[in-house]
């Protein structure tokens, strides 16, 4: 069931959540509680019918469910909804308002603090509770460091890195209200949309997969880290790297596994030629079973292995896919 709410009417100083990544709850949740404060989710969209994961909000942690709706918002125009939550921030007064570190997420809360002028905080990947205040930490300096913050304007503002947390639900459904906007507030957008084109390349799943294939220096060369795609395709994998051979062009960003990358739990992580940079290890420790592919046995990456194979990536890689073809 779905109330409609005034803005005017909506309960004022709680932690609000910007979309439908139900995972930026998870570490969300155990601080509205210590704080006695609502965790709100806010989704966007022309309808209660295409808002995306409906079912899956509805199991979700969140303690209620602020639904915006307008036949303005059914394509994402990011001046158009920040002025919609800028409007929200200025009647409800939240304590702290938390997006994901996606395209939409890194699109509108740039936009929000700097209207507001407020802090932001980009990329968290821990939070945690210290005298009431809240402490967002995310890497720096090259990721060699991983700093503390806590922000000294209000609404806290931050983004928070996807795959960096588990998603978790609750038996308990969120209450669900529709949010009436003053009659007076301009649903104009400066982007005016031509022609809309859907996106056709396949995405990599890295944060669900249940298996993982992920590849550093030690392929050597991109024709070799290639071969990665041969093996993920026979073993139903994704295919991961490292931050170094992301820079070299061997592979997209997108497939970064690490602190500023992907963070994966697969039942299966199978890495060849990787070192165990901490900036990489950060974004898979939480495998079930690691294998690591290197030629060397004291690489810290082959150290925190359940399994190890001590030889040429390259070699063995090759092997393995031949032997998988004809088993």
Known sequence: MINKIRLEELSKNEILAFGEKLEILTPLKPITQKLGKKLILVCLSDSVENIKNLEEIKKSIADEVWLILHPELYFFRD?????VLIELIKITQ?????????SIGTSLAPRIAGTLN???CAHVNHLELKNNKIIMARPTFGENIIAQLKSTTHPIMATISLGAFSIKKSEKEPKFKEVIFPEDFSWKSSINLKKFKPFKKKRPKLSSAKIVVAGGRGLKNKNNFQKLFELAEILGAEVGGTRPVCYEGWIEEERMIGISGVTVRPKIYIGFGISGAIQHTEGMKDSEFIIAINTDKNAPFVKMANLALIGDAETILKILIEKLKTS
């Open 94 to 102: 939240p304590l702290g308002f938390f997006f994901p570190a996606n």
């Open 118 to 120: 407020l802090g932001l």
């Open 79 to 83: 001046d158009l909804y920040a002025n």
